[in-house]
């Protein structure tokens, strides 16, 4: 061998050992939030990194503070990036650096005011939001008065549904679940004497197989709609628009986890979850009753089709 002939296959080794450079031993930091298909999805995830070697730790974490924790890279990736609840947090940290966008599921997702078929009876306009807005008393609580009452997610979801309810002049008065259990108690409750109920919801989610359902249509999402008060109907105020209604579902990662965990890395770019997956991963939660661990290894253990070949 020549010279030249041993140099080019000095890099070549080089080219083929920095390729396969082994990840941190350093756990990667999955945080986890209040939502059953997102908390399953995590153990997925990292239950597929344990399987390449990879050390995990779960952090329960607010899901919108989330993408300041990625930048930083005190959290590592964020498995589900709604665009409805956190395309504007996902958007202000991705402008500050040490975010990005690693994939896109392969998901259309919707969040926003919902309400159970039988409330159509007590206000036949629905889905429009003006019908809605007209039967407002029909959704009076003793806590709302004459007013209706929406019922929304955890505050941290951030829906700015009380600005939305001024913005757009409804009567309605927001009063926010704990949980989202405590929105599925209150869905079950209504349905027993078919009492006219709206709350948010979102979709790809278990409710649908179990509450037939519709979203209440406002006037169109429009980009810009909460940064500018000229966008939307309303021309003095943010949030007149509805929530998309084609929604991304995306992944996003601190941007040293390429260099640190590069094998992990490789396989997160490929990972991606239809509807009816991430629907199926909320039941295994919130219906069959499992654990999100325990969810997760079955859902693994049934799928191996699906993921392994992004393992390779
Ligand atoms: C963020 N969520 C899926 C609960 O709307």
């Known amino acids: 061998m020549n010279l030249r002939v041993l140099a080019a296959a000095a890099v070549l080794a080089l ?43 779960y952090v329960s974490t607010d899901s919108q503070a989330v993408y300041e924790a990625v930048r930083l890279g005190d959290a590592t990736l964020e498995v589900e990036v709604w665009e409805g609840a956190f395309g504007k947090s996902f958007r202000a940290a991705l402008e500050k650096g040490g975010i990005h966008d690693v994939a896109t599921h392969n998901a259309v997702t919707r969040e926003d005011w919902w309400y159970p078929m039988w409330t159509k009876e007590a206000c036949p306009g629905l889905p429009d939001w ?43 008065v927001v009063v926010n679940a704990g949980s989202a259990a405590a929105l599925w108690a209150e869905i079950a409750a209504a349905e027993k004497t078919k009492k006219p109920i709206v709350v948010f919801n979102w979709t790809p989610n278990f409710a649908e197989a179990v509450w037939p359902g519709e979203f209440v249509n406002f006037p169109e999402w429009v980009e810009g ?17 509805g929530n998309p209604a084609n929604g991304y579902l ?22 991606s979850f239809t509807n009816a997956q991430i ?34």
């Open 225 to 241: 709609c909460d940064k500018d008060p000229a966008v939307g109907p309303n021309p003095d105020k943010l949030y007149d628009c």
């Open 130 to 172: 003006k019908a809605l807005n007209e039967c407002a008393a029909k959704f009076a609580t003793p806590e709302t008065g004459d007013k209706g009452r929406f019922l929304g997610g955890p505050v941290d979801w951030l829906k700015h549904d009380q600005e939305k309810v001024d913005a757009r002049g409804m009567n309605f």
């Open 250 to 271: 995306k992944i996003a990662a601190w941007d040293g986890m390429k260099e640190k965990w590069p094998k992990a890395y490789a396989t997160l770019q490929k990972v």
């Open 279 to 312: 629907a199926e991963m909320a039941k295994m939660v919130d219906i069959d009753g499992m654990e999100p661990e325990e969810a997760a290894t079955a859902w693994l253990k049934a799928n191996e089709a699906i993921w392994k070949p992004w393992t390779q």
């Open 15 to 57: 080219g083929a050992s920095s390729a396969h450079a082994s990840d941190s031993a350093d756990p990667i930091i999955i945080p986890t939030h209040n939502w059953s298909s997102q908390i399953v999805m995590s153990n997925v995830v990292g239950q597929i990194f344990q399987s390449l070697g990879n050390s995990v730790e």
